[in-house]
């Protein structure tokens, strides 16, 4: 993309988060169902109208590129949701502040995931054999995350960053609203809010590790992964309101996005191949996948996924009750 069209995205971008914090200073009262429902249209309204100024207006395969990354990034970060939860559960943060502490977090791990995708898209220009790493990473954390299981509190340890934390800042031991100042006897110490941020901007930058290689699975222009990452991340927050309680019925959400990342690590491997100018193995030829096919996979595996979990929740929820009735 050219220099201009880099800044103008940028400039954008950054009056989107302006507008999201206006909105936030404005609002006095938790996020309600409505609410959420209304912003995740919004945001994902956004991508769709960003996507289509990529059709008509940027040669290639830039917008089918762009659909494959935002939906990919999208659905691995909701897995984040899960541990934004714990992390909610585990801090007691009061409902009035969740919106607050979530913004500042993600906004904060938006700049570090920046950071990451430019050096990212630095390492694979400079080298193609860094597609070996990234293909061999994703398949590792795609048997680790099939090999875990559901979600649980245990997903989530206040590291050592956060116990220094503690140590190091003035912070009170009670929360003051949505706060992260307060005052007390006198002096001026921050609260948990500070806390919890740092965990959540932390939870996502981990949680980069693995979502930014499958994305420059997808596509190698940073731009696209950029635009993706930071649509993806800005329409999170809004989506943890709106499937909070319907996250504990997608139980098979780590099956789906496990293989959604063997996919994309098996393909970044086959694409180093073919880099290498190795085009079979033995008797076995090695395919192109393009962005269509994988684009259709990631799409039927999300949707395979989210309907094999609610008929299966469905299914223990009657068997639940009828174990109810024939005690009683």
């Not at 940028?10 to 999201?20: E, M, N, R, T």
């Not at 939906?71 to 009035?96: G, H, K, Q, W």
């Not at 220009?125 to 990234?134: D, H, L, Q, R, T």
Request: glycine share 8%.
């Amino acid at each position: 993309m050219p220099p201009v069209v880099w800044v103008l995205t940028i400039i954008g971008l950054l009056a989107i988060v302006a507008f999201d914090l206006v909105v936030i200073a404005r609002r006095n009262h938790t996020v309600t169902i409505k609410d959420a429902t209304r912003w995740v249209l919004f945001y994902v309204g956004l991508a769709g109208l960003f996507a289509l100024g990529l059709f008509l207006f940027s040669p290639g395969q830039s917008g089918s590129e762009f659909v494959a990354g935002y939906i990919t990034e999208y659905s691995l970060s909701v897995d984040n949701l899960f541990v934004f939860v714990i992390i909610m559960a585990r801090f007691a943060v009061p409902s009035l502040a969740q919106d607050k502490v979530l913004y500042i977090g993600i906004v904060v791990s938006m700049l570090l995931r920046a950071i990451f995708i430019l050096a990212g898209a630095a390492a694979i220009s400079a080298a193609s054999w860094v597609f070996y790493i990234f293909g061999a990473f994703l398949v590792y954390t795609a048997v680790r995350l099939a090999l875990e299981g559901e979600n649980d509190e245990s997903d989530f340890q206040e590291n050592a960053v956060l116990r220094g934390m503690r140590r190091i800042l003035p912070i009170s031991h009670n929360y003051d609203g949505d706060k992260l100042t307060t005052r007390l006897d006198g002096r001026r110490l921050m609260t948990p809010l500070v806390i919890v941020i740092a965990a959540i901007g932390m939870a996502n930058v981990i949680f980069a590790l693995d979502s930014i290689p499958a994305i420059f699975g997808l596509t190698q222009d940073a731009y696209i992964v950029l635009t993706a990452n930071a649509f993806a991340l800005m329409g999170l927050r809004q989506l943890y309101f709106l499937i909070g309680g319907l996250l504990e019925r997608i139980i098979y959400l780590n099956v789906g996005l496990s293989v959604i990342l063997a996919f994309i690590g098996v393909k970044l491997i086959i694409e180093a191949l073919h880099g290498s100018h190795i085009d079979d193995i033995g008797a076995i030829h090695l395919p192109h996948i393009g962005i269509l096919t994988s684009l259709g996979f990631i799409v039927g595996t999300l949707f395979v996924t989210t309907v094999a979990s609610l008929i299966k929740s469905s299914y223990d929820n009657r068997r639940e009750e009828v174990r109810v009735k024939i005690e009683d």
